[in-house]
C-alpha cells in the first residue's frame, strides 16, 4: 500500500475508532504511532531510534508551550466556578417576570437564560443540566409542548461555545494560528445573531400556535410588590419613580409609611431610587463607552501614531494624506449618535414617566440576579476586545471575579471549590491531549502525504469559493453527526485550512462559519449529547425522540444563520476589521 493510501486509511480508521468509544487524544496518539512508525521505518535501525519517537516528544513539547492554550484552564474555571456557586434560579425568575407578558413567557426566559448563562460559564453540559433542572418541568406544567420545551434548553444550551469567551474559539485559534481577539470579535454578532433567530422562531410559533405555549396564570406572572413601594406610589396614581424623587426631596411624605414595622428611612428611598436609575445608568454608560472608543481613544491613538514617526526626506514636503488619522470618525457617526442618544432619552423619559411599583421590583429583581455577573462578562470581553489584556489576562479577571461574585452570594464553600477545580484539572487535561495526540496525528498524515492527496483531489475539482465553502461546510456539518466538536476542530478543520489561501477565503470568516456550524454537533443525532444532558434530568415519559424532534428545527436555523452570515460577511468581519484594522 503506497503511503498516500495510508494517510487516508488512516483519517477513516480515526473515524471508526471514536464512533466505537475509543478515548480520542489517545487514539489519535496511538494510531499516530502506528502509522508514523511505519513511514519511518528502517530495517537497518532498531526499534527505539525510529524518529516517529523524537516526532512524539517534539509535538508533545510544542502543544505544552502554546501560549494560548494557557487561557483555557483560567476561562473553564471560571465557568465551573460559576456553576457551583451562582442563582440560576433566580435570574430564571427575575428574567420570567420580566417578560411575563410575551408569547412563551417560559421558554423566551429559558432562552435568553441559557445565553446568558453560556456566555458566563461556557459549559454545555452544564447550562441543558442546570436549565432542565429548573425550566423543563414548569414549562411542562404549565402546558407548553415537549418538543418546544426541550429544543429550548437544548438549542439555548450549546450558545456558550459560541458567544465568547469560549474555549472553542481558543481551540480553533490554536489549531489555525489565528488571533483570539480576532476571533472573539468576529464570533459576537453571529452569536447573539442566532440566538435572536432562535428567540423569533420560539415567538412565531407560540402566535401561531397558541396551543404550544399557553398564557401563564395570573398568579405565576404576578410581582411580589413590597406594600410600602405601592402605599409610597398610590397618591401619584402609581407612578413610582416620581414618587420617590418626590419623597427623597421631602422625607415627611414618607414617614408615615411602614416598612417592616418600621418607618420608611431616607436609606430605603435612597436605595429604591438607585435600583430605579439602573436602565438608565446602564445606556448612559454604553454610549459613553462608545463615545470614548470611537472619538476619543482612536484620535489619541492617531495622534501618538503621528507624533511617534520621525519624519524621513525633505520637511516641506507633506503628503495629501497626512493627518488623516486624526480627523476622526465620520460625520455620519456624529448624526447616527445623536439620533440613537435622543432616542434612548425619548424611551427613558417615556419610562419613567410610566414606573410602576411591579417594574420597580423587577428591575430590583433583575439587577441583584443579573447584573453582577453581567458586568464580570461584559468586562471580560471589553479588556479582550478594546487591547487592554490578552486573552490570558482576562481569563485570569474573570476567574477572580467568578469565585468574587460566588463568596458574595454565599453559595460557594470549600467542597464546591475542590470540585470545580477537581472539573478544571480533568477538562484542561482533555484538551491539552487533544493537542498532542493531533499534533502527532496531522504530522503522520502530512508525512505520508494523505494531506497532499485531498489538497490535490480538491484543486482537481476547479471549484469557485462559494463551491468550496458548501463543500467544506457541508463535510463538517455531516461529520457533527457521528463526532464531537473537539474531534472536528482537531482533526478534520486543519484538512482545510492550507486551502483556505488558495480559494481567497478569509479563515477568519471560514472558521466563526465552523463554529456556528458546530452548533449543529450538539443538535444532531445519534450523537447529540445536548439530548441525552436534557434526557437524564427530564421526566420518565419524556423520551429520547420526543427530544430529537425539538432539535430538529434549530438545525435548520443553524444553517439559515450560516447562509446569511455568507451573504452579509460584515455581520462577521465587521468589528474585527474595525477594531483592529483589515
Same mark, same amino acid.
Given at each position: 500500500?503506497?503511503?498516500?493510501?495510508?494517510?487516508?486509511?488512516? *483519517?477513516?480508521?480515526?473515524?471508526?475508532?471514536?464512533?466505537?468509544?475509543?478515548?480520542?487524544?489517545?487514539?489519535?496518539? &496511538?494510531?499516530?504511532?502506528?502509522?508514523?512508525?511505519?513511514?519511518?521505518?528502517?530495517?537497518?535501525?532498531?526499534?527505539?531510534? #525510529?524518529?516517529?519517537?523524537?516526532?512524539?516528544?517534539?509535538?508533545?513539547?510544542?502543544?505544552?508551550?502554546?501560549?494560548?492554550?494557557?487561557?483555557?484552564?483560567?476561562?473553564?474555571?471560571?465557568?465551573?466556578?460559576?456553576?457551583?456557586?451562582?442563582?440560576?434560579?433566580?435570574?430564571?425568575?427575575?428574567?420570567?417576570?420580566?417578560?411575563?407578558?410575551?408569547?412563551?413567557?417560559?421558554?423566551?426566559?429559558? *432562552? !435568553?437564560?441559557?445565553?446568558?448563562?453560556?456566555?458566563?460559564?461556557?459549559?454545555?453540559?452544564?447550562?441543558?443540566?442546570?436549565?432542565?433542572?429548573?425550566?423543563?418541568?414548569?414549562?411542562?406544567?404549565?402546558?407548553?409542548?415537549?418538543?418546544?420545551?426541550? &429544543?429550548?434548553?437544548?438549542?439555548?444550551?450549546?450558545?456558550?461555545?459560541?458567544?465568547?469567551?469560549?474555549?472553542?474559539?481558543?481551540?480553533?485559534?490554536?489549531?489555525?494560528?489565528?488571533?483570539?481577539?480576532?476571533?472573539?470579535?468576529?464570533?459576537?454578532?453571529?452569536?447573539?445573531? !442566532?440566538?435572536?433567530?432562535?428567540?423569533?422562531?420560539?415567538?412565531?410559533?407560540?402566535? *401561531? #400556535?397558541?396551543?404550544?405555549?399557553?398564557?401563564?396564570?395570573?398568579?405565576?406572572?404576578?410581582?411580589?410588590?413590597?406594600?410600602?413601594?405601592?402605599?409610597?406610589?398610590?397618591?401619584?396614581?402609581?407612578?413610582?419613580?416620581?414618587?420617590?424623587?418626590?419623597?427623597?426631596?421631602?422625607?415627611?411624605?414618607?414617614?408615615?409609611?411602614?416598612?417592616?414595622?418600621?418607618?420608611?428611612?431616607?436609606?430605603?428611598?435612597?436605595?429604591?431610587?438607585?435600583?430605579?436609575?439602573?436602565?438608565?445608568?446602564?445606556?448612559?454608560?454604553?454610549?459613553?463607552?462608545?463615545?470614548?472608543?470611537?472619538?476619543?481613544?482612536?484620535?489619541?491613538?492617531?495622534?501618538?501614531?503621528?507624533?511617534?514617526?520621525?519624519?524621513?526626506?525633505?520637511?516641506?514636503?507633506?503628503?495629501?494624506?497626512?493627518?488623516?488619522?486624526?480627523?476622526?470618525?465620520?460625520?455620519?457617526?456624529?448624526?447616527?449618535?445623536?439620533?440613537?442618544?435622543? &432616542?434612548?432619552?425619548?424611551?427613558?423619559?417615556?419610562?419613567?414617566?410610566?414606573?410602576?411599583?411591579?417594574?420597580?421590583?423587577?428591575?430590583?429583581?433583575?439587577?441583584?440576579?443579573?447584573?453582577?455577573?453581567?458586568?464580570?462578562?461584559?468586562?471580560?470581553?471589553?479588556?479582550?476586545?478594546?487591547?487592554?489584556?490578552?486573552?490570558?489576562?482576562?481569563?485570569?479577571?474573570?476567574?477572580?471575579?467568578?469565585?468574587? $461574585?460566588?463568596?458574595?452570594?454565599?453559595?460557594? #464553600?470549600?467542597?464546591?471549590?475542590?470540585?470545580?477545580?477537581?472539573?478544571?484539572?480533568?477538562?484542561?487535561?482533555?484538551?491539552?491531549?487533544?493537542?498532542?495526540?493531533?499534533?502527532?496525528?496531522?504530522?503522520?498524515?502530512? *508525512?505520508?502525504?494523505?494531506?497532499?492527496?485531498?489538497?490535490?483531489?480538491?484543486?482537481?475539482?476547479?471549484?469557485?469559493?462559494?463551491?468550496?465553502?458548501?463543500?467544506?461546510?457541508?463535510?463538517?456539518?455531516?461529520?457533527?453527526?457521528?463526532?464531537?466538536?473537539?474531534?472536528?476542530?482537531?482533526?478534520?478543520?486543519?484538512?482545510? $485550512?492550507?486551502?483556505?489561501?488558495?480559494?481567497?477565503?478569509?479563515?477568519? !470568516?471560514?472558521?466563526?462559519?465552523?463554529?456556528?456550524?458546530?452548533?449543529?454537533?450538539?443538535?444532531?443525532?445519534?450523537?447529540?449529547?445536548?439530548?441525552?444532558?436534557?434526557?437524564?434530568?427530564?421526566?420518565?415519559?419524556?423520551?429520547?425522540?420526543?427530544?430529537?424532534?425539538?432539535?430538529?428545527?434549530?438545525?435548520?436555523?443553524?444553517?439559515?444563520?450560516?447562509?446569511?452570515?455568507?451573504?452579509?460577511?460584515?455581520?462577521?468581519?465587521?468589528?474585527?476589521?474595525?477594531?483592529?484594522?483589515?
Amino acid at each position: 500500500m503506497s503511503d498516500p493510501a495510508l494517510g487516508l486509511s488512516m *483519517l477513516g480508521l480515526i473515524v471508526v475508532v471514536i464512533i466505537l468509544g475509543f478515548p480520542t487524544a489517545f487514539t489519535l496518539m &496511538g494510531l499516530g504511532m502506528i502509522f508514523g512508525y511505519a513511514a519511518f521505518y528502517d530495517p537497518t535501525q532498531v526499534w527505539y531510534a #525510529n524518529r516517529i519517537f523524537d516526532l512524539m516528544v517534539q509535538r508533545t513539547y510544542g502543544a505544552m508551550t502554546n501560549d494560548v492554550l494557557i487561557s483555557i484552564p483560567l476561562f473553564v474555571l471560571m465557568g465551573y466556578v460559576m456553576e457551583r456557586g451562582a442563582l440560576v434560579d433566580k435570574m430564571f425568575y427575575a428574567v420570567q417576570l420580566a417578560f411575563r407578558n410575551v408569547p412563551a413567557a417560559l421558554a423566551v426566559a429559558t *432562552l !435568553l437564560v441559557c445565553t446568558f448563562w453560556g456566555i458566563a460559564s461556557g459549559l454545555v453540559g452544564a447550562v441543558v443540566v442546570l436549565m432542565g433542572v429548573i425550566a423543563f418541568n414548569p414549562m411542562l406544567k404549565a402546558g407548553y409542548d415537549v418538543k418546544l420545551a426541550a &429544543g429550548v434548553i437544548t438549542a439555548g444550551g450549546t450558545l456558550g461555545i459560541l458567544i465568547p469567551p469560549s474555549v472553542m474559539i481558543i481551540v480553533y485559534a490554536a489549531v489555525a494560528g489565528q488571533s483570539v481577539v480576532k476571533l472573539y470579535a468576529a464570533a459576537m454578532f453571529p452569536g447573539f445573531f !442566532l440566538a435572536f433567530l432562535y428567540l423569533v422562531y420560539i415567538v412565531g410559533w407560540a402566535l *401561531l #400556535n397558541p396551543r404550544v405555549a399557553p398564557k401563564l396564570p395570573p398568579e405565576q406572572t404576578q410581582v411580589p410588590v413590597p406594600d410600602w413601594t405601592r402605599t409610597l406610589a398610590e397618591p401619584h396614581r402609581g407612578r413610582v419613580f416620581l414618587a420617590l424623587s418626590r419623597a427623597l426631596l421631602s422625607p415627611a411624605r414618607a414617614r408615615g409609611i411602614e416598612r417592616d414595622g418600621q418607618p420608611v428611612t431616607r436609606g430605603a428611598l435612597l436605595q429604591a431610587w438607585g435600583y430605579a436609575l439602573v436602565p438608565l445608568t446602564l445606556i448612559t454608560l454604553t454610549l459613553a463607552v462608545v463615545w470614548w472608543y470611537v472619538v476619543i481613544h482612536q484620535q489619541a491613538g492617531a495622534v501618538e501614531a503621528v507624533t511617534a514617526v520621525e519624519q524621513l526626506g525633505t520637511p516641506d514636503l507633506v503628503p495629501d494624506d497626512a493627518g488623516q488619522g486624526s480627523k476622526g470618525p465620520p460625520t455620519a457617526f456624529y448624526v447616527w449618535f445623536g439620533a440613537i442618544a435622543f &432616542g434612548f432619552a425619548a424611551l427613558m423619559a417615556r419610562y419613567y414617566a410610566r414606573m410602576t411599583a411591579e417594574r420597580l421590583e423587577v428591575i430590583r429583581m433583575l439587577t441583584d440576579a443579573v447584573l453582577p455577573l453581567g458586568l464580570l462578562t461584559a468586562v471580560v470581553l471589553a479588556v479582550i476586545l478594546f487591547g487592554i489584556t490578552t486573552a490570558t489576562e482576562s481569563a485570569a479577571v474573570g476567574a477572580a471575579g467568578a469565585f468574587l $461574585l460566588a463568596f458574595h452570594a454565599r453559595s460557594l #464553600n470549600w467542597k464546591k471549590i475542590k470540585e470545580a477545580v477537581f472539573l478544571t484539572a480533568k477538562t484542561t487535561s482533555m484538551v491539552c491531549w487533544l493537542f498532542v495526540g493531533s499534533a502527532i496525528f496531522s504530522a503522520v498524515f502530512a *508525512l505520508l502525504g494523505g494531506q497532499a492527496l485531498l489538497e490535490s483531489w480538491v484543486l482537481s475539482l476547479n471549484l469557485s469559493p462559494l463551491q468550496f465553502m458548501i463543500l467544506s461546510q457541508a463535510i463538517i456539518f455531516v461529520l457533527g453527526w457521528p463526532l464531537e466538536w473537539t474531534e472536528i476542530i482537531v482533526i478534520f478543520v486543519p484538512i482545510f $485550512l492550507p486551502m483556505l489561501k488558495h480559494f481567497g477565503i478569509d479563515p477568519i !470568516l471560514w472558521g466563526v462559519l465552523v463554529f456556528v456550524n458546530l452548533q449543529a454537533a450538539f443538535l444532531s443525532p445519534p450523537v447529540a449529547m445536548s439530548a441525552f444532558y436534557l434526557k437524564g434530568v427530564a421526566p420518565s415519559h419524556v423520551t429520547i425522540n420526543q427530544i430529537f424532534a425539538g432539535m430538529m428545527p434549530y438545525m435548520l436555523i443553524v444553517i439559515l444563520c450560516m447562509v446569511l452570515m455568507y451573504i452579509w460577511p460584515g455581520l462577521t468581519l465587521w468589528l474585527p476589521e474595525y477594531l483592529y484594522g483589515g
